[in-house]
Every structure is written in C-alpha cells, then in structure tokens.
C-alpha cells in the first residue's frame, strides 16, 4: 500500500519569500507523485508529476518538486512567493503505472503575507 | 483540456434521503473516481470504476454505492443519507496510466 504524509498543516510565507512544502512517500513498488492545488470552492488542479523520468520536476506557476528516493520526498518549492499562491496545496501517490488509485496526504494551506 | 463536470455545487438533504451525486466527463477516459474531502483528512476514495459496469471499493465505501452505466458518467449515491455523510465530494477522471486525474469543482453536501 502506499500513503504520503505532509508536515505541517499550515505555512505562512511573506510575498517574495521562498515557498517550501513537504511531503514524504512511503510505497511497496517505485512510486508515482503527484502535487495538487486547490483554490476556494474549487476542485483540484494538478500541478506536477513524477513518473520515475527526470528526478527535478517542473510544474505550472513555478512551482518544481524534486524527487529523493533515499530520504523518500517528494518536496514541492517555488523560489518567490505570490500573493495568488495562497492555496491548500496535496501530495498523492500511486504504486506506479498498474496502481489506478491516487492515495493523499492531508493537505498543507499556504497564506501569503504582504 | 479534459472536463469533468458535477452536477451540483452545493446540495442541502435531510437525514434518511436516497442522494445521487452525478459526475461527467468528456475525454473518454476509462478510470472514474469518487473522494470524499474533510478538514484534516485530506481526500478519501470512496469508490472507482475502471470501465464501464465495474466498479472497486475504495478506502471508506460504507453507506455509498455506484453505478457506471455509461463511460462518460459515473454516479455516487448515498443509501440513506445520514449527517456523518456532510462533506465535500470531488469526482475524478484518469487519462491512462502515469497521468494524473482531472477534478470536477466538488458537490458540497450538507445533511441536516
């Protein structure tokens, strides 16, 4: 079975600042992970992947995730905050290409600061 | 860019209903999904189908059930809807193996 833990629930940044969330992986097989965000009253948006090609992955609003197999992260950082970051942001995994099933962590808000 | 549509935003029962939730999507995507999301627990799967006519229990399927008649819809539905089921439920689609799912903006269920 794979899950995926984020610490902290709550991160607040000041505009500029780096953004950094964490997310550790525990899975049976070579994971796939995923990082989503979700606005207000929206679904969720995908905003990166990593299926086992390039271990520095870049997703949309420059935001990039770099995968450790040895520490088992998956951390996603942006280098300078803004103020449309301010999201509740998820980190999933699934056991690879034959897994259909998406497992989250339980979400990680970000506010930014002026 | 794939759609998956709810058909409802929000939605306001009273203990005991029958409730459909109903989900459609417009890629042709065979994976259909059913979370459910709650302050601190992240999302929980409820229920999926890989094709049309199967179906897979999720992580917590008690108290829902599912019917996949046709590709582009998958419906969730809430036996008798009872206020431990207030919530707010997200569908998914998955285009293939590898890529992530597309959301649909979420059914905010209150059951009073």
């Known amino acids: 079975a794979q899950s995926v833990t984020q610490l902290g629930s709550h991160v607040s940044v000041s505009e500029g600042a780096l953004v950094l969330l964490r997310c550790n992986y525990s899975?049976?097989?070579?994971?796939?992970l995923f990082w989503y965000v979700q606005y207000p009253n929206q679904g969720l948006q995908l905003l990166l992947k990593y299926t086992s090609a390039a271990t520095l992955v870049k997703g949309i609003n420059g935001f990039e995730a770099e995968f450790k197999k040895s520490e088992t992260s998956f951390h996603l950082t942006k280098p300078s905050a803004h103020m449309s970051d301010a999201a509740e942001y998820f980190c999933?995994?699934?056991?690879?290409?034959?897994?259909?099933?998406?497992?989250f962590g339980a979400g990680t808000t970000v506010t930014v600061r002026a | 860019d794939v759609k998956v549509t709810q058909s409802s935003r929000y939605l306001v029962k009273r203990t005991g209903e029958k409730v459909f939730l109903e989900c459609v999507q417009d890629?042709?995507?065979?994976?259909m999904f059913w979370y459910r999301q709650d302050p601190g627990l992240g999302l929980r799967l409820i229920y999926f189908?890989?094709?049309?006519?199967?179906?897979e229990k999720g992580d917590i399927p008690e108290g829902y059930s599912v019917s996949r008649e046709k590709k582009e819809r998958f419906s969730l539905i809430l036996e008798s809807a009872s206020t431990n089921q207030t919530s707010m439920y997200l569908c998914a689609s998955r285009g293939g193996q590898g890529h992530g799912y597309t959301f649909g903006s979420g059914t905010r269920l209150t059951v009073v």
């Open positions: 890629m042709d995507h065979e994976n």
């Open positions: 189908s890989y094709d049309v006519k199967m179906k």
């Open positions: 999933a995994v699934s056991g690879g290409s034959n897994d259909y099933k998406l497992s």
């Open positions: 899975s049976s097989v070579p994971p796939y």
